[in-house]
């Protein structure tokens, strides 16, 4: 679990106001190298050719996947929070990818998840929920509330089913931040166990070493594989589930 | 679980730090650079959708161009139809007098012909006729004796001779 742990790297005395600590931590380290990322990346299809490069055209498709997204989702109005989705789903795709990279097999350099900690996933739920909460109000007032009184209810049900889709609307941020926490960590949890298991089969001999170790190194290797699937489908998830919340609240029935 | 075990001592600078470099990127990538690259993409889109549209233009003008051009054309062929029918009917015509004058003179030679042919026969007939009376006169003379007259010898030849 050692993987999970932060620590500080910088000013573990810093403080924010009273006794709020700020220390840059390994957590901020990788948040940082993923915003500069991101900033790179993105950078790099700036040329604005008109007959676009590989690298512009690869940023084209992003933005133009994301701008999809929201075009279907929400509709015309929806294009106003691309610039959000899609600041989200790349820092948490690259996030999530940069996790993955071996750069553990440099000494002294230990990778680190930050998308693994839901205090990181709690924030970027807590965001997308806020802006649901602040656009819905804005937009329609009180009238929002009219979001947990599906339409065509029958009166009798009203109690019940807006009880019940009011708890469905306020566990959306818990699920949201948990999903990819939990995604996160288990897939790293499990190459882990699985490595543990190719260490230990290995240093008990050639007979355990094959029968244990083998299997699990070449389980690994597909497990790998898949966590970098889920990298980029829970980035997708996340960036969808925000716009499907958006689009309640941009489109109130 | 470090995530939360370490909960209370690194909750705020776990949120400070990620609202820093999530608004940073924000700011910088989604609000600065993303509108951009969708302004390159959708100034694309639009002269493309303009190219095609201008060369849709410049086709429909090609077809219109060909098929004023066609029409034109046929009038053309049609004037020309025309032409060649009026020459061959002058022509058909002035073929037709030639011939009738051509006609004509054969018909005239002809008859000159037939009429120099009757006469050149009226007239060796005649001359048979003088032959024939003489030679009947030569033969009363010797058989008979009898010295006719040739106008008598030659009345008989007529005579035999028209119901010869």
Do not use: C
């Amino acid at each position: 679990m050692k993987q999970f742990t932060i620590e500080p790297l910088l000013g573990s005395d810093w403080q924010l106001g009273d006794g709020i600590n700020i220390a840059f931590t390994n957590s901020a380290l990788w948040m940082a190298i993923t915003a500069v990322l991101v900033w790179v990346f993105v950078a790099g299809g700036m040329k604005r050719q008109l007959v676009p490069g590989r690298w512009q055209m690869a940023v084209e498709t992003m933005t133009g996947f994301i701008d999809d997204l929201l075009e279907a989702n929400v509709g015309k109005a929806g294009r106003k929070y691309v610039p959000y989705i899609f600041t989200l789903f790349m820092f948490i795709l690259f996030g999530n990818l940069l996790g993955l990279v071996p750069v553990g097999l440099i000494p002294g350099i230990h990778a680190f998840t930050f998308t693994s900690h839901f205090t990181a996933t709690g924030v970027l739920a807590i965001m997308s929920f806020s802006i649901v909460l602040i656009v819905g109000f804005w937009k329609h007032g009180f009238h929002f509330f009219s979001l947990f009184w599906p339409a065509n209810t029958p009166v009798f049900l009203a109690a019940p089913i807006s009880l019940i889709e009011l708890v469905s609307f306020m566990v959306r941020p818990f699920s949201l931040a948990l999903r990819l926490f939990v995604a996160m960590m288990a897939g790293h949890v499990l190459l882990k166990v699985l490595a543990s298991f190719v260490i230990a089969g290995g240093g008990a001999g050639l007979g355990l070493g094959v029968l244990v170790g083998l299997p699990s190194f070449v389980l690994m290797v597909a497990i790998s594989a898949l966590e970098i699937l889920v990298a980029g489908i829970q980035a997708y998830v996340f960036a969808l589930l925000t716009s499907l919340y958006i689009n309640d609240a941009e489109n109130l029935h | 679980m470090p995530q939360i075990d370490q909960l209370s001592e690194t909750l705020t600078s776990q949120v400070f730090w990620l609202l820093v470099f999530f608004g940073l990127t924000f700011v910088v990538v989604g609000l600065g650079m993303v509108p951009k690259i969708l302004g390159t993409v959708e100034m694309r889109d639009n002269q493309i959708a303009g190219d095609l549209a201008a060369a849709q233009a410049a086709r429909d003008a090609a077809t219109a161009e060909e098929e004023a051009w066609r029409t034109r054309e046929n009038a053309n062929r049609a004037a020309a139809q025309a032409l060649i029918g009026e020459a061959k009917a002058k022509a058909a015509a002035a073929t037709a007098a030639k011939l009738a004058k051509a006609q004509g003179k054969l018909d005239t030679q002809l008859a000159e012909a037939e009429a120099a042919i009757e006469a050149a026969r009226s007239s060796a007939m005649a001359e048979v006729e003088g032959v024939a009376a003489d030679v009947a006169r030569d033969i009363v003379a010797r058989v008979a004796g009898a010295d006719i007259k040739p106008a008598t010898a030659k009345a008989a030849v007529k005579k035999v001779m028209a119901h010869g």
